[in-house]
């Protein structure tokens, strides 16, 4: 699997609009602003593949990105306050139909901020991956926002909290400085040749 690659296919505001699923997908699912758009460019070497904003509730859509026979899929961020309870059921129902449209996902890309406990949010996220038993893989972003003692202290905590899952699954990354870019790619494109 080439992230070199990757280049943006479609986008989709309803889940009426979403394809039918023709290829393995791995989809990045997580909290606004916890970095997916981040992630997504710093896997493919690109600045500017999936927008970036400072803002939470950028992305609103389900945004398509393709390599080879491989779909790289960046869900709308969920639990961002800051929006009407229209957008936010409109989200909701958007990812609701993503996911049990019967898609071939080969992996969810789990995205939490390492600096702070799971959410509500994320412990809903995190429950429905579980009932579901679609393969996942927890990556803390913004890792290096933490000196030494709290990465120790904070993936201590994550490692404990998700003891159901190999140590492997659960990756410290860092958009700015690449850490767990390698293990996460070797993760998916294992995933995505299953």
């Known amino acids: 699997m080439n992230f070199r690659t990757v280049e943006f296919e479609a986008a989709f505001g309803t889940a ?19 970095g997916k758009s981040s992630l997504l460019n710093r896997l ?18 389900v945004n398509f990105f393709r390599t080879g026979n491989v779909r790289l899929v960046d869900l709308p961020g969920y639990g961002y306050a800051k929006v009407s309870k229209s957008e936010k059921r409109r989200w909701a129902e958007l990812l609701e139909g993503y996911f049990q449209s019967g898609r071939d ?11 702070h406990a799971p959410s509500a949010d994320d412990e809903t996220m995190l429950a429905f991956l579980r009932e579901t038993g679609l393969p996942y893989v927890v990556v803390l972003t913004k890792c290096d926002k933490l000196n030494k003692t709290e990465y120790a202290e904070r993936l ?20 700015v400085r690449g850490e767990g870019a390698d293990a996460l790619m070797t993760l998916i494109a294992q995933s995505a040749e299953k």
């Open 16 to 34: 009426a609009q979403l394809p039918r699923s023709s290829c393995p997908e791995i989809a990045f699912s997580g909290r606004s602003n916890v």
């Open 156 to 175: 201590a905590a994550f490692r404990a909290y998700f003891q159901d899952l190999p140590a492997e699954r659960v990756l410290p990354f860092s958009a």
């Open 105 to 115: 996902i080969r992996l969810v890309v789990q995205l939490l901020d390492m600096r």
């Open 44 to 61: 493919c070497a690109r600045k500017a593949l999936a927008r970036v904003s400072a803002k939470p509730g950028k992305t609103v859509t």
